[in-house]
């Protein structure tokens, strides 16, 4: 007799709830939402914010369908488009800047199958529409960069330690110290072989002069880059949660590639110009020397000084020195001018920031500072306003001739941070929401038919064990979808794809088991012996085949990317599920129907041809 211990059935019946409760959010439409979060550290979402939230909303009497409170922020659902865009007007204006207010699509599940982690599976881009774009890091700009800062330090050290020379500059990526006398270059290897242990030091003659080369060592280059990746990464997600989009995707392709979805975007120039922008903001002292500008203006520039053009027209002599960056900035927001109600930026600096702030104005009462903001290498004068007094405190203002949108952007930049390296956009798509909800139900209706020609094939050659087949295979689908919804993973076309290859998959390891079944009949077999004997001569054969189909899988997962990663995820997962559906839950099944007979006379698996049967019809 074919019995199931009772422990099998109860790891069954528990994979089977599981399977339901974590497939159910994905039946339950997306409805309108708006997404409260906020990019403020010191700032949290906590439930005195969702009271605050459902405060303003009563008071506007704007309805709403339900709130959720998670680690993303709190999501607020709506009936429909229109009312869930006045609720974001609302909210933006009684929140304030300090938190973003952003348009989302959510799920309408019931709030208990959220409470204990049950929720839908995230759509990828091809699905849900939005913006995709590759970009590209400068490594070579990265590298250069590094090199300015250690020309720099280098300069500081060599004049802290009293160390003569008679010239530094950058030639590539190295930088070259020239000195007049043996001895002081000695001096020099000693110090800064010290101080950067990174550097590589080579020292050789040029006539009368004694040069020491510093460059970057393999190891360092290296590092520098991969940092130069991670903190685009970290840049470029500040820049979106900035943007207000939902659920975004910034991951690492490759050694310098960087991969970035927008869901629900549709505006790719806007996307594009605050993803690609790389600014930062400078603190410089303006020139008054007399005559200093005039002569500027000739073609005759002092030496260490720029000649730029004031937004009014106006010629400006600027000092090249930096007296104070953009680093120094822990937050900027953007409002108006207090006397002459212009647009402005707000910038609060740190504590370091601060202090030299407040040292600078002290010491330059009376004269003019320029604030210069740099983008793409090139440099444009804000502001430059006269000092009138000591300012401490850390906040300062940026204003001049600015419309609202470039105050937003400016204050956007400042806020997220300036990026390591530039980076090149080497391509870019576009999905249409009305594209992403066709290619949901084309998705849907190929495995919709797929399941239903092959449940429909299967249960007419194979009866009764067809059936059974068919129950495993809804099974596996059911465990596939609950393990995709509980790992929060997100589905896109190639995972729709995956998903049909593994019901091909898993309808197959059934197959191998109901052949070994009708062979063991074939050759006289009992049918409790034919089906114990089925299962476990086929287990074997259904093991290798999967294992080795899970190699390849693993292989697409490990040195795949994008698209192929996502077909790689769902597909290797399948195999998992279908391997324990086809033997575990059909062995169950199968024990559940024929076990309690003590005396089988023969089992609903189709036309089983015997040797002796076939012997007699040829005589």
């Known amino acids: 007799m074919n019995r199931y211990s009772a422990w099998k059935y109860v790891l069954i019946g528990v994979a089977l709830f599981v399977g339901i409760v974590y497939t159910l959010p994905n039946f339950f439409p997306e409805v309108p939402a708006v997404q409260v979060s906020t990019s403020k550290a010191n700032i949290k979402i906590d439930n005195s914010t969702l009271q605050t939230v459902e405060g303003a909303l009563k008071a506007a009497n704007i309805a709403y369908r339900g709130e959720t409170i998670d680690p993303t922020g709190i999501k607020v659902r709506f009936a429909d488009g229109d009312t869930r865009l006045k609720a974001k007007d609302v909210l933006q204006q009684k929140l304030g800047d300090d938190y973003i207010v952003a348009l ?56 802290e330690k009293k160390v003569q020379y008679s010239g530094i500059a950058r030639e590539g990526q190295n930088v070259v110290i020239r000195f007049r006398t043996a001895a002081e270059r000695d001096k020099a290897n000693a110090e800064i072989n010290g101080a950067f242990p990174d550097l590589a030091l080579n020292g050789a003659d040029a006539g009368d002069q004694f040069r020491l080369t510093a460059g970057l ?35 690492q392709q490759g050694a310098d590639r960087v991969v970035v979805q927008l869901p629900g975007v549709q505006d790719t120039a806007r996307a594009k110009d605050i993803l690609g922008r790389q600014a930062t903001l400078e603190i410089r002292m303006v020139n008054d020397d007399p005559g200093a500008l005039e002569a500027a203006i000739g073609g005759q520039p002092a030496l260490g000084n720029d000649l730029f053009t004031e937004r009014n027209g106006g010629r400006l002599l600027v000092k090249r020195q930096v007296v104070l960056t953009g680093d120094r900035i822990n937050d900027a927001q953007p409002g108006f001018d207090g006397r002459t109600n212009e647009p402005a930026v707000h910038i609060n600096l740190d504590a370091t920031g601060a202090r030299i702030f407040k040292e600078l104005t002290r010491e330059n009462v009376g004269k003019r500072m320029a604030i210069v903001l740099v983008e793409k290498g090139k440099a444009e004068v804000i502001t430059a306003p006269v000092i ?53 139900q084309k998705g849907f209706d190929s495995v919709l038919y797929g399941f239903i020609v092959l449940s429909v094939f299967i249960c007419v050659y194979y009866g009764l064990m067809g059936i059974i087949s068919t129950i495993s295979l809804v099974v596996n689908l059911l465990l596939l979808i609950a393990i995709l919804s509980m790992l929060q993973a997100t589905l896109t076309l190639p995972g729709i794809a995956a998903v049909a290859l593994t019901l091909g998959m898993a309808i197959d390891a059934n197959v191998l088991i109901n052949e070994r079944i009708r062979e063991e009949l074939r050759w006289g077999d009992t049918p409790h012996a034919a089906i114990k004997a089925g299962y476990e001569r086929a287990w074997g054969t259904i093991l290798d085949s999967n294992v080795t189909t899970l190699i390849a899988g693993l292989a697409l997962l490990i040195f795949g990317s994008g698209p192929v990663r996502g077909f790689a995820v769902v597909h290797c997962l399948g195999i998992l599920t279908s391997m324990f559906s086809a033997v575990f839950v059909s062995r169950g099944l199968v024990a559940l129907v024929y076990g309690g007979r003590k005396k089988l006379d023969r089992i609903s698996i189709g036309q089983v041809w015997k040797p002796a049967a076939a012997k007699a019809a040829g005589q």
């Open 104 to 159: 989302n699509q959510v799920s309408s599940s019931p709030r208990w199958l959220a409470s204990i982690g049950a929720l839908p599976m995230y759509l990828g881009l091809d699905l849900r529409g939005g913006v995709y774009f590759l970009e590209q890091v400068d490594m070579k700009a990265a590298l250069d960069k590094a090199a300015d800062r250690y020309l720099t330090d280098i300069r500081s050290l060599l004049r």
């Open 217 to 251: 060592k393999p190891e360092a280059q290296k590092r520098i880059q991969d940092g130069a990746v991670l903190q685009n990464i970290t840049i470029l997600r500040n820049r979106v949660n900035e943007l207000g989009v939902a659920e975004p995707i910034i991951q």
């Open 388 to 440: 009138r007094e000591e300012i401490g405190g850390g906040r300062v203002q940026i204003s001049g001739k600015m419309n609202t949108r470039e105050a937003n952007d400016i204050a956007l930049l400042m806020r997220a941070g300036a990026l390591a390296a530039p980076m090149e956009i080497v391509e870019e798509r576009t999905v249409g929401p009305s594209l992403g909800a066709e290619n949901i």
